[in-house]
């Protein structure tokens, strides 16, 4: 990503709006998992997903189209355009089969492991993201902290808080974070880095819908009750998580420096885990407090340059 605003001509470091705009980010992505785990007796998660992505597509289309003005690139190649879609729906996929076996709380520490996923594939595919030493060292720090986090349980006690399938359900997390750590990688390494944010997040959204609605039904989890809860978990899921909050958060991305700003987020499993707590009664092991603790600590390990840099202009 460059450095220039379309608005303004440079991007600006973090002020307190900016701050306090992601803090309003965090707690809505944190709330997002509590929210289809809420929801899933009614509707199931990957039928929530599913929706949710047709229903913000559509809504950013009109957004584009009587707001924003965006033109998208011609240079954009069907295949990578697909490639990045696929990371999404890889995301979410792993997201709503997990959440069938664990709580929402591991969800949102196992899914915010993308960061350090994208910095690999990113130091291999790109020379300027080449991690140094303590970026390596936050790596292994942060798989530790997985290891630690939901193979410790299984070991000590054979069964985890949503039954004897919950290790199941912490490794699909894992895998959602490593698609959305591809995602990333797409973004960068292809002709997707060309594309505006609507016509990046269009294709997130589409392919979404396109490929999760119709296996919520294939797979037997295309049921629909329209409960008070049912109905609340997905208008906040479409309006408030997958259409506004990505574009504020596109809106951001081109008004300060994108490094810092993923600093910020990393607030996001913190709000997850305490969300999930206080609105679900999940309850949460000493192991999995010090295994998320070890991720959140590797993946500012691996952000450790912006994160100086940040500091000091503070």
Not at 175 to 192: A, D, H, P
Not at 298 to 314: A, D, E, H, I, S
């Amino acid at each position: 990503m460059t450095e220039r605003s379309a608005a303004d001509g440079i991007r600006r470091p973090i002020d307190l709006a900016a701050f306090l705009i992601c803090v309003v980010l965090s707690f809505i992505w944190g709330l997002q998992q509590t929210a289809i785990k809420a929801a899933a007796p009614d509707v199931s998660p990957m039928l929530q997903v599913g929706l949710r992505s047709g229903a913000a597509a559509v809504l950013l289309l009109a957004a584009n189209r009587f707001f924003l003005h965006e033109v998208w690139s011609r240079k954009v190649r069907l295949r990578d355009a697909l490639l990045v879609g696929m990371g999404f729906v890889g995301e979410f996929f792993f997201v709503a089969e997990g959440l069938r076996y664990t709580t929402a709380s591991h969800m949102s520490v196992l899914l915010y492991t993308a960061p350090f996923f994208a910095a690999v594939g990113l130091s291999i595919r790109l020379p300027e993201e080449r991690l140094g030493l303590v970026q390596w060292a936050g790596l292994a720090t942060a798989f530790a902290g997985i290891a630690t986090a939901f193979l410790l349980p299984a070991l000590l006690e054979g069964a985890g808080p949503e039954g004897n399938l919950w290790l199941i359900g912490d490794a699909l997390g894992l895998l959602s974070g490593l698609s959305w750590g591809c995602t990333t990688i797409f973004l960068r390494t292809t002709t997707m880095n060309e594309a505006p944010p609507t016509q990046m997040l269009f294709w997130q959204l589409f392919m979404g819908f396109l490929l999760l609605t119709p296996y919520a039904f294939i797979s037997g989890q295309g049921f629909f009750t329209g409960t008070a809860v049912a109905w609340s978990s997905l208008l906040f899921q479409i309006f408030i998580v997958s259409f506004a909050s990505y574009l504020v958060w596109n809106f951001l991305l081109k008004r300060y420096l994108a490094a810092r700003l993923g600093i910020l987020v990393f607030m996001t499993p913190l709000f997850g885990v305490l969300l999930s707590v206080g609105l679900l009664g999940d309850e949460i092991g000493l192991p999995f407090v010090c295994g998320s603790l070890l991720v959140l600590a590797g993946l500012m390990m691996v952000q450790w340059k912006t994160l100086r840099t940040f500091m000091r202009r503070r």
